[in-house]
């Protein structure tokens, strides 16, 4: 499916969050280093997926190009996502980050949703935890993020909402069966769930199955196309880098949750 172009304007917040996140990242690195960085990353994240995961944060360079980069991407490709599933209406009370990194997926949802949802990032590393906490204070969102371990989720009540955005390809396959038994037992409680990822297959070959089951359990599972106007720093980075991300890719499976 595709849909309509996303520009900054559609965030109150937005721009200001990409203002801020260059000057929180580019205080001491030059662009030429996020640039080489954001090279080595996008290398490491299609060679070795789960193992690029600790690289991100291994060095300013990587965090920076991480940051100022791939969240942007995350935050466009989860608000168009919410947008056309119609997930933001009714806003879910509450929504949690499952993998948060940065915060992106989380937040993209509650602006969606007219900020009214207070936002929980789970992630692994300190480093994005203090980052999703900065973002939501960015955003002007109600939000928290804590260290912990996505296998053992909190509970998830009906009216809520979960995203697992970019972060089930990168889990040990018993473990993400387990977040996967999590979410649709969840679904199946009234919580709304999402999970995106990239739209290559190479990267999650589980998915046919986890999509059959998410059918099962009421849901849906969607490809989506869509046209985007990339902030300028993004749109710099992403062709020195040799990306094209004029058209934005990703794959999803939602499920409304039996109240929906």
Known sequence: MSGRALKMEDSEHFAEWIAALEARHLS?????????????LSSA???RRREAVPRVMESAGKRAAFALFYAPL???????VVRALEADVPPPRAILDIGCGT?????????????TPTVTGIDRHPWAVEEA??????????????????ARLP?????TAAVAAY?????????????EDRLIEAAGRGTRILVIEPISRSVSPWWDLTASRVAAAGGRSDEWRFAVDLPPLVRLLDKAAGLDHRELTARSLYCPGATG
């Open 103 to 115: 915060g992106a997926a989380g937040a993209a949802w509650a602006i969606a949703a007219g900020s």
């Open 155 to 159: 509970p998830l009540a009906p009216g």
């Open 45 to 47: 994240y299609v060679e």
């Open 167 to 179: 972060v089930l390809n990168e889990l040990p396959d018993t473990i993400r069966a387990q977040v």
């Open 133 to 150: 906490r900065w973002t939501y204070r960015q955003l002007r969102l109600a939000g928290r993020a804590r260290r912990g371990d996505v």
């Open 74 to 80: 995350h935050f466009f490709a989860t608000s168009l």
């Open 28 to 40: 001491n690195l030059r662009v030429p280093e996020v640039t080489k960085a954001l090279r080595a």
